[in-house]
């Protein structure tokens, strides 16, 4: 079978990895790719929210299925955009229609969806430039920190967490009136703070059955001791140690079933990915976010965890076969640390040459943020390796990890020391 991934990251390097290794694979294809993704398939120059792009490639190379990395597609609805087209409507999707991905797409929307459903989350109301003022008052009725989130994507950066009362209603009004994060802040949800632990479920669902892939957590903030501003990720570890199993089966029970089931109650069509971030409060669950794929970095740690073939787990999603599926579990601990550019999340320079990755034993570089020149590694974007190990536990795989991160080089590169700090 013929795989095109779509995606360019960490995320999308581990799953070509992965899928490369399956003796199902045919040709595999990752657009655009990175300079890691070279070594498992073949890279598309391509702009994955193009679809007319998308499909020229799926009809040129006969692929077989298409595997959506980030949300931006989906959101955007390219799953949808298959359905409706009479030469792609057969081939398989994973990653769910423009109508489901708004439970990423619009925090206000997944919001309704946990309240419909009893799912627990935190409490929460939306407002929009119009009741601004309700806005104000229903700050006042709440007790910091104050959380405020533009509804619709704003790369991350679109949560606000504040201390202060006359700074939330300031921020308030800068998202609402002013437009601070653009569209994605005509509307805002303000929402109850959770004081607790975070940390990832991640179900693959055909919209019928699901399957739990391992758990991770991320460490999202640039500095050590979780300081200083958010990134996509700048580490993670799985599994998750305090998410014991009587803290997992809460977690079927009370947030991944009624998901579930509420998306068939809507009548929503999920194939694909579901990562809910979650906050343990007291041992129990709340929902702090959907998201419609797998996360970056939590890939590089829940992949290399599946034994199971991948090919195989994607071939039964397809098919609404995902209840027949054993899926197997490597029991050891994954940890994966990224190695940024200097400067990221803010500005930071481009094209620095990558040396020593052929000296890294008994790790894993998945490559996000790098490009080919000639037969030369450069960077070109803020996260740039994830250095993935295995061990007994996550702390034995850490250090694996920051071993070999000694043994790679790139000028003004950055990495957090203290990935699991928490744990
Ligand atoms: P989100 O994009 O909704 O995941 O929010 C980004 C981050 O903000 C989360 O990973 C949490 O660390 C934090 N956060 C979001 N909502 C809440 C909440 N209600 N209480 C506490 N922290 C929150
Ligand atoms: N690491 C968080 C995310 O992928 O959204």
């Given at each position: 079978?013929?795989?095109?991934?779509?995606?360019?990251?960490?995320?999308?390097?581990t799953?070509?990895?992965?899928?490369?290794?399956?003796?199902?694979?045919?040709?595999?294809?990752?657009?655009?790719?990175?300079?890691?993704?070279?070594?498992?398939?073949?890279?598309?120059?391509?702009?994955?929210?193009d679809?007319?792009?998308?499909?020229?490639?799926?009809?040129?190379?006969?692929?077989?299925?298409?595997?959506?990395g980030?949300?931006?597609?989906l959101?955007l609805?390219?799953?949808d955009?298959?359905?409706e087209?009479n030469?792609l409507?057969?081939i398989?999707?994973?990653?769910?229609?423009?109508?489901?991905?708004?439970?990423?797409?619009?925090?206000?929307?997944?919001?309704?969806?946990?309240?419909?459903?009893?799912?627990?989350?935190?409490?929460?109301?939306?407002?929009?430039?119009?009741?601004?003022?309700?806005?104000?008052q229903?700050?006042?009725?709440?007790?910091?920190?104050?959380?405020?989130?533009?509804?619709?994507?704003?790369?991350?950066?679109?949560?606000?967490?504040?201390n202060?009362?006359?700074?939330?209603?300031?921020?308030?009004?800068?998202?609402?009136?002013?437009?601070?994060?653009?569209?994605?802040?005509?509307?805002?949800?303000?929402?109850?703070?959770?004081?607790?632990?975070?940390?990832?479920?991640f179900?693959?669902?055909?919209?019928?059955?699901?399957v739990?892939?391992?758990?991770?957590?991320?460490?999202k903030?640039?500095?050590e001791?979780?300081?200083?501003?958010?990134?996509?990720?700048?580490?993670?570890?799985?599994?998750?140690?305090?998410?014991?199993?009587?803290?997992?089966?809460?977690?079927?029970?009370?947030?991944?079933?009624?998901?579930?089931?509420g998306?068939?109650?809507?009548?929503?069509?999920?194939?694909?990915?579901?990562?809910?971030?979650?906050?343990?409060?007291?041992?129990?669950p709340?929902?702090?976010?959907?998201?419609?794929?797998?996360?970056?970095?939590?890939?590089?740690?829940?992949?290399?965890r599946?034994?199971?073939?991948?090919?195989?787990l994607?071939?039964?999603?397809?098919?609404?076969?995902?209840?027949?599926?054993?899926?197997?579990i490597?029991?050891?601990?994954?940890?994966?640390?990224?190695?940024?550019?200097?400067?990221?999340?803010?500005?930071?320079?481009?094209?620095?040459?990558?040396?020593?990755?052929?000296?890294?034993?008994?790790s894993?570089?998945?490559?996000?943020?790098?490009?080919l020149s000639?037969?030369?590694?450069l960077?070109?974007?803020?996260?740039?390796?994830?250095?993935?190990?295995y061990?007994v536990?996550?702390?034995?795989a850490?250090?694996?990890?920051?071993?070999?991160i000694?043994?790679?080089?790139?000028?003004?590169?950055?990495?957090?020391?203290?990935?699991?700090?928490?744990?």
């Amino acid at each position: 079978m013929n795989i095109l991934i779509l995606g360019s990251g960490g995320r999308e390097c581990t799953l070509a990895w992965k899928l490369a290794q399956s003796s199902k694979c045919g040709d595999l294809f990752i657009a655009p790719g990175n300079a890691g993704t070279v070594k498992f398939g073949t890279n598309l120059e391509l702009n994955p929210n193009d679809f007319k792009q998308v499909k020229e490639a799926v009809l040129n190379h006969d692929i077989q299925m298409v595997i959506v990395g980030p949300e931006d597609p989906l959101v955007l609805g390219i799953h949808d955009f298959f359905l409706e087209d009479n030469d792609l409507k057969n081939i398989p999707v994973i990653g769910p229609q423009k109508y489901a991905a708004q439970l990423e797409g619009s925090k206000e929307f997944a919001k309704e969806f946990m309240y419909r459903h009893d799912i627990p989350t935190a409490q929460y109301k939306s407002f929009t430039v119009e009741n601004l003022e309700e806005g104000y008052q229903f700050l006042e009725t709440l007790h910091a920190p104050y959380v405020l989130k533009a509804d619709g994507l704003a790369a991350g950066k679109g949560v606000l967490i504040l201390n202060d009362l006359q700074e939330a209603k300031k921020e308030l009004e800068e998202m609402l009136g002013q437009q601070k994060f653009g569209a994605a802040s005509s509307k805002v949800v303000i929402e109850e703070f959770l004081d607790g632990i975070e940390m990832s479920s991640f179900v693959l669902t055909d919209s019928e059955n699901y399957v739990i892939l391992p758990n991770a957590k991320d460490y999202k903030r640039i500095g050590e001791g979780d300081k200083g501003l958010n990134t996509g990720g700048m580490g993670a570890i799985s599994p998750v140690p305090f998410a014991d199993a009587e803290f997992l089966s809460k977690v079927e029970k009370r947030v991944i079933i009624p998901t579930i089931e509420g998306l068939k109650k809507d009548q929503i069509a999920y194939v694909g990915f579901i990562f809910i971030g979650l906050i343990r409060v007291n041992n129990e669950p709340y929902v702090i976010e959907y998201n419609v794929r797998m996360g970056d970095p939590e890939t590089e740690v829940v992949i290399p965890r599946i034994k199971s073939d991948l090919v195989e787990l994607f071939k039964a999603t397809a098919d609404k076969k995902l209840n027949n599926f054993n899926l197997d579990i490597d029991q050891r601990s994954a940890t994966t640390v990224m190695m940024v550019s200097g400067g990221y999340p803010e500005a930071y320079d481009k094209g620095m040459q990558i040396t020593g990755l052929e000296k890294v034993e008994d790790s894993i570089v998945f490559q996000a943020g790098t490009k080919l020149s000639g037969d030369k590694i450069l960077t070109s974007g803020g996260r740039v390796l994830a250095v993935t190990s295995y061990g007994v536990d996550f702390k034995q795989a850490l250090k694996q990890s920051y071993k070999n991160i000694e043994k790679i080089h790139f000028d003004k590169m950055n990495y957090r020391t203290d990935i699991g700090f928490d744990l």
